[in-house]
């Protein structure tokens, strides 16, 4: 007699185990208790709500950093000089893919490249950073620096090796996303809010373009920021060449000379980019960078293809920024490292001299000074 519940054991376990795991929710179907409830907390997505990361502008940084009272500390490193950024801001980095379509964790910005003190790149990094977050101490970030500096093995936080993972596909997405398959490959989606320019602003930018590069092809052309002209140009530069996105930027107009004139040497804007391409990108983009003369103004060249990839600290929870902007310290050792060369042991020896507490309360002293001043 007892087998003959067996089959109502059954029909009671199936039902079970149908209503206690089914998770995936069949398209058409309504939700059920069990598959609404039992997702743990672990895996469940996060919105992180993060307040933009603000910056100063560079003219009132430096103007700022001239204070005797806050440059003080650091009169013993001011004489080691080579190429610097100018403005490494904590969200000027980001993921590059170099000539070679290999993708690397450097410096996307660097219209203020110049020849100057390396302390000053330091000091606007590390404001920069204070401001982000108040954990950053000067003892951790010069670590990081000096590994930079010495060239060593670095293992980078997860967002950045993520984002390395990933920046190859991300730039090759971010011209799909802009470009129809269609000649003659008309934007089908709008990077920003720009606009064609009239056909007289037209000419010119193309006519100064061709002057440097005969052979160029152009299928489309923007207009972005009206105060500082920049331009998003869909091109081929050679006819064995793939067709790109091709960024324009009027020079930079922050002047060295009204700040640290003593410190830093002004350079002509052309020649500027044989020093990021020889020793900021460590000629990994010789192909990629460059310099154009259109209507008497120098422009910026890069393709946006390789550059799309960018970091942004604001997509980050703010409890892992430290990481990430140690990682950026050590890539900017590294960079300083191409200049430096035999001095390098010299200038972290001189470095190390200086005492921790007192950068960080200069630091401070400055990050509330320019508190009211971030953009």
């Known amino acids: 007699m007892k087998w003959a519940y067996l089959p109502i054991m059954f029909a009671l376990a199936f039902f079970y185990t149908k209503f206690s795991f089914n998770d995936v929710k069949k398209p058409g179907t309504k939700e059920n208790f069990f598959s609404s409830v039992r997702a743990p907390a672990a895996v469940e997505e996060k919105v992180v709500s993060i307040p933009a990361i603000k910056r100063v502008p560079a003219s009132i940084l430096y103007k700022n ?21 100018g403005n490494p801001h904590v969200e000027s980095f980001g993921y590059i893919v170099d000539d070679k379509g290999r993708p690397f964790f450097s410096l996307r910005e660097f219209p203020d490249a110049t020849e100057g003190s390396f302390v000053h790149d330091v000091l606007v990094h590390l404001v920069s950073a204070k401001t982000a977050d108040k954990k950053i101490t000067w003892i951790n970030y010069f670590d990081a620096y000096k ?9 980078y936080s997860y967002y950045v090796e993520k984002g390395l993972d990933e920046a190859e596909a991300e730039t090759q997405k971010a011209f799909e996303e802009n470009v129809s398959s269609d000649f003659p490959f008309e934007f089908t989606k709008l990077k920003s809010t720009n606009h064609h320019p009239d056909i007289t602003g037209r000419n010119v930018i193309q006519s100064g373009l061709k002057k440097k590069f005969p052979k160029i092809q152009f299928f489309d052309l923007y207009a972005g920021n009206i105060d500082k002209k920049s331009y998003q140009i869909l091109v081929r530069m050679r006819p064995q060449d793939k067709i790109q996105w091709l960024e324009i ?3 930079s107009t922050c002047d060295y000379d009204q700040t640290f004139n003593q410190e830093t040497k002004s350079i002509p804007f052309e020649k500027r980019f044989e020093l990021i391409r020889n020793v900021v990108f460590d000629g990994r983009l010789n192909k990629s960078l460059d310099s154009v003369l259109i209507d008497k103004k120098y422009f910026s060249m890069k393709f946006s293809d390789q550059f799309s990839a960018r970091l942004l600290l604001g997509q980050i929870p703010s409890d ?37 507490a007192v950068v960080d309360e200069k630091m401070i002293e400055l990050k509330y000074k320019l508190k009211d001043l971030q953009e």
């Open 249 to 251: 930027n009027e020079s």
């Open 65 to 85: 950093l001239e204070d005797s009272s806050i440059f003080a500390p650091f009169q013993k490193v001011i004489n080691f000089k080579g190429t610097i950024i």
């Open 320 to 356: 892992d920024y430290q990481d990430v902007i140690y990682d950026e310290a050590y890539t900017l050792g590294k960079i300083h490292r191409r200049s430096l060369r035999e001095k390098t042991d010299e200038y972290i020896k001189a470095l190390a001299t200086i005492p921790g």
């Open 147 to 155: 590994s930079g500096l010495q060239d060593q093995p670095h293992v």
